[in-house]
C-alpha cells in the first residue's frame, strides 16, 4: 500500500488562499458596517431618508470618505481592545449618541453640535429638570429606551469578552500598521484655517461661516471634526504690530469724565420680546406697556434661543462675535486672562462694579468671566439672599428689588449689570395660575397655552422695568438704565402656527428683513433727567458700551473712539450681515476677498486684545493698567 504526501507548496498557497479570503471579508464587513452606522447618523441628524440617501448619492459630498473613517476607526479599536469587532460596542453608541444630541440641539436652538458643546455641558444638566416639564412623555419614553440600551451594551460587552477569540499580537500589530497612519493622515487635514490639496480631493470643503450648510454638505462626523480646532483662533490677515500701531496713530478721544458721574445700571432679560409682533393673535391686556411707551431702539442679537453669554460678551466689552469662530462661546472657551470691558473702565473712574445673575456662578462660566472682565463683586444664586420664585425661577421683581436695596446702600456711583433669569424657556403651560393674561388666536390651544405662560413672564419683566424706573426717578443722582432682551424666546410651534416664521428656530443668514425679524429685541436706553433716548435704531449689543458712554457724558479712545467711528458707518455687525447706517444691508461680508477697512481696523484690535500681542492696550484701554484686585462675591 502507498501512501501519498501532501504537496507543503500547495498547502501553503491553500492557506494563503484562505486567509486572504478572511481578510478580505473582514475588509468588506468592516466597510459595510460602517456603512450602515454613517447612514444611521446621517438619518437621525437628517430627519430624512431621501436627504440622507442624497449624502452618499452625490459626487461632491465626502459621505465615502466618512464610511473609510469610521472603519479605519474600528480597525484601530479593535487593535486596542484585542478583539475583532469589539470597537463596534463603543464607536456605535457614541456616534448614535452625538447624532441623537446633535438633532435635539437643532432642534432647541438651530445650530449644529460643536465639539466645544461639551464645555458646558454641566449647564444641559442643569436645564433638564424644565426641558422634561416640558416634554414629560418623551422624557420618559427616552429614559426607558436610554436604561434598556445600557443595559444591552453591557450583555454585549461581556458576550463578546467570554465569547469572541482574542487577536493574535500579529494581527493587532497589522490593524495598527494601517490604521494609524491613516487617522494621522485625516487629523492633520482637519485644520480648516489651511490649505489641503487631499482634503480637496476627498470632498471634504469646510464651511465655517455657515455651519447648518458645513453640516448639510460634509456629514455630521466630518463638520463635527473640522470644528475641533475652534478653540485657535488664527490671527486675520494683515494683522502685526505696525498695523495696530497705525491704528494708534489716528486722532483718538481721551479718556474724560462728566463732573457728575451718573449711575449706570444695565438689566439684559432673559429672552425678553414683543409677542404683539406674532400676527394673527391678540394678547390682552398689552404685556409689555413700559417697554412699548420708553424704547429706544431694538437689539439685534447675534443669537435665538439661548447662547445668552455671546450677547452678554459683545454688550460688556463691545467687542463682536463676527470676528469668532461659528458657534464658539468666548465666555467659555476664549476668556482666560483679563479682558477690557465696560467694567473695568468704570472702576478706574471711581465706580462700584457689580454683576448680577440669580442662578450658579459657574454657569457659563460666569465668576471666573466677570473677575477677569474687572467687576469688583458678583452677586449670584450663591451669594444672594433668597428671592421669591415665580414659577420655577427667580421672580424679575424680587431680583430688581434686590438691586435696588444694594444700590441705596452704595455710596460711590454704580455700575450694575443685571441677567435676569425668570423669562427663560422652556414655557409649559400653567407655569403662572395666576395670569390675568389673554390669549386669541387662530393656532392650537398647546401654543395658546405656551404663549401665554411667556406672555405672562414678559409682562413681570416689564412691571420690573416700571419698578425700577419709578425708583431712578425719584433720585436726586443722576441714573442711567438700559434695559434688552438677549434674544427672542424658543417658542417652537407658535412661530409656525402663526407664520411669523417658516421653522422653529430663526435662520442665521437671510436677508436684513428676516434677519431683523427673527433677531430683534426691544432697546430701552434711559435717563431720569433727558428720558428715553429716542431714534437709537436697531444695533448690534456690541454698540451698546457707545450708547452708555454718551448718554452718561464719557469720553474713551475705544468705547467713544474706535467703536464711536465703526458706529458712524454701520449700525449692525453680524457674522453674515452688515447694517450701514443708511440701511444698506451687505450679506455674506465675511467671504469677500477685501472687506472695509473700517471692519477690518475692528476686528484687528479685537484680536490684538483677546488673543496677540496686545500692542493696542496702553493707546485705547490705558485703564487696563490700573486694574485693582478682585475682591470676589
Do not use: C
Not at 465655517?208 to 455630521?220: I, T, V
Not at 479718556?255 to 449711575?263: I, L
Not at 404663549?451 to 420690573?464: E, F, N, P, R
Not at 425719584?474 to 411669523?500: C, M, N, Q
Amino acid at each position: 500500500m502507498s501512501v501519498v504526501k501532501a504537496d507543503p507548496h500547495k498547502a501553503g498557497r491553500g492557506d494563503a488562499w484562505r486567509h486572504g479570503l478572511r481578510l478580505a471579508g473582514s475588509v468588506v464587513f468592516v466597510l459595510l458596517v460602517s456603512a450602515l452606522l454613517v447612514f444611521a447618523v446621517e438619518l437621525i441628524v437628517r430627519g430624512s431618508i431621501s436627504e440622507t440617501l442624497r449624502f452618499f448619492q452625490q459626487p461632491f459630498r465626502p459621505g465615502w470618505t466618512t464610511v473609510v473613517l469610521f472603519a479605519l476607526l474600528i480597525v484601530f479599536v479593535d487593535a486596542l481592545l484585542g478583539r475583532p469587532y469589539h470597537a463596534l460596542l463603543i464607536i456605535a453608541p457614541i456616534a448614535l449618541g452625538l447624532a441623537f444630541v446633535g438633532k435635539q440641539k437643532a432642534f432647541y436652538l438651530g445650530d449644529p453640535l460643536y465639539p466645544t458643546d461639551f464645555l458646558y455641558a454641566r449647564q444641559i444638566l442643569e436645564l433638564m429638570p424644565m426641558l422634561v416639564r416640558q416634554r414629560p412623555v418623551e422624557a420618559v419614553i427616552f429614559s426607558v429606551i436610554g436604561i434598556a440600551a445600557i443595559a444591552l451594551l453591557i450583555a454585549a460587552w461581556r458576550y463578546w469578552r467570554l465569547k469572541v477569540p482574542r487577536l493574535t499580537l500579529r494581527a493587532r500589530g497589522a490593524r495598527l500598521a494601517v490604521a494609524v497612519p491613516a487617522l494621522i493622515f485625516f487629523a492633520s487635514i482637519m485644520d480648516y484655517a489651511t490649505f489641503s490639496w487631499a482634503r480637496d480631493r476627498l470632498q471634504i470643503f469646510p464651511m465655517m461661516w455657515d455651519q447648518k450648510e458645513n453640516y448639510s454638505s460634509n456629514g455630521f462626523a466630518i463638520a463635527f471634526a473640522l470644528n475641533v480646532p475652534m478653540a485657535k483662533v488664527s490671527a486675520p490677515k494683515g494683522y502685526s504690530e505696525e498695523a495696530i500701531k497705525a491704528l494708534s496713530q489716528q486722532p483718538l478721544p481721551p479718556v474724560a469724565a462728566p463732573a457728575d458721574k451718573p449711575d449706570i445700571i444695565v438689566v439684559m432679560s432673559e429672552s425678553f420680546w414683543d409677542p404683539a409682533r406674532l400676527p394673527g393673535t391678540k394678547i390682552t391686556p398689552d404685556p409689555i406697556p413700559t417697554v412699548r411707551s420708553l424704547m429706544s431702539g431694538h437689539v439685534l442679537s447675534p443669537e435665538f434661543g439661548g447662547m445668552t453669554a455671546n450677547v452678554e460678551f459683545e454688550a460688556l466689552t463691545g467687542f463682536s462675535n463676527a470676528f469668532l469662530p461659528y458657534g464658539s462661546i468666548p465666555y467659555q472657551q476664549y476668556v482666560r486672562t483679563t479682558v477690557p470691558s465696560l467694567a473695568t473702565f468704570l472702576k478706574g473712574e471711581g465706580y462700584d462694579t457689580q454683576a448680577f445673575h440669580p442662578f450658579a456662578g459657574w454657569f457659563w462660566n460666569r465668576a471666573s468671566v466677570y473677575q477677569a472682565f474687572g467687576f469688583e463683586r458678583f452677586l449670584s444664586e450663591e451669594s444672594l439672599p433668597p428671592l421669591e420664585k415665580r414659577g420655577p425661577l427667580a421672580a424679575d421683581t424680587a431680583f430688581i428689588d434686590e438691586i435696588i436695596r444694594t444700590a441705596d446702600w452704595s455710596s460711590h456711583p454704580i455700575f450694575y449689570f443685571a441677567v435676569t433669569l425668570q423669562g427663560h424657556g422652556p414655557y409649559e403651560p400653567n407655569r403662572y395660575p395666576d395670569s390675568t393674561l389673554a390669549v386669541d388666536g387662530r393656532i392650537s390651544a398647546k401654543s395658546k397655552e405656551m404663549l401665554k405662560t411667556y406672555a405672562t413672564g414678559a409682562k413681570d419683566a416689564d412691571d420690573s422695568l416700571a419698578r425700577l424706573i419709578e425708583w431712578a426717578s425719584k433720585r436726586e443722582r443722576h441714573t442711567i438704565i438700559a434695559f434688552f432682551g438677549d434674544h427672542l424666546p424658543p417658542l417652537g410651534s407658535v412661530y409656525i402656527e402663526t407664520g411669523y416664521m417658516k421653522r422653529v428656530v430663526a435662520d442665521r443668514n437671510a436677508p436684513l428683513p428676516t434677519l431683523a425679524k427673527e433677531h430683534e429685541t426691544p432697546l430701552v436706553l434711559w435717563s431720569n433727567r433727558t428720558g428715553p433716548a429716542k431714534d437709537v435704531g436697531t444695533i448690534s449689543p456690541s454698540f451698546l458700551p457707545l450708547h452708555l458712554m454718551r448718554v452718561a457724558g464719557f469720553s474713551h479712545p475705544y468705547y467713544t473712539g474706535l467703536l464711536g467711528a465703526v458706529h458712524d458707518r454701520y449700525s449692525a455687525v453680524d457674522r453674515n450681515m452688515l447694517v450701514a447706517r443708511t440701511g444698506e444691508p451687505t450679506q455674506n461680508w465675511a467671504r469677500e476677498t477685501e472687506i472695509d477697512p473700517m471692519i477690518r481696523d475692528f476686528r484687528y484690535l479685537q484680536y490684538d486684545l483677546m488673543f496677540g500681542k496686545r500692542f493696542g492696550e496702553r493707546s485705547f484701554f490705558p485703564e487696563q493698567g490700573l486694574r485693582d484686585d478682585y475682591s470676589g462675591s
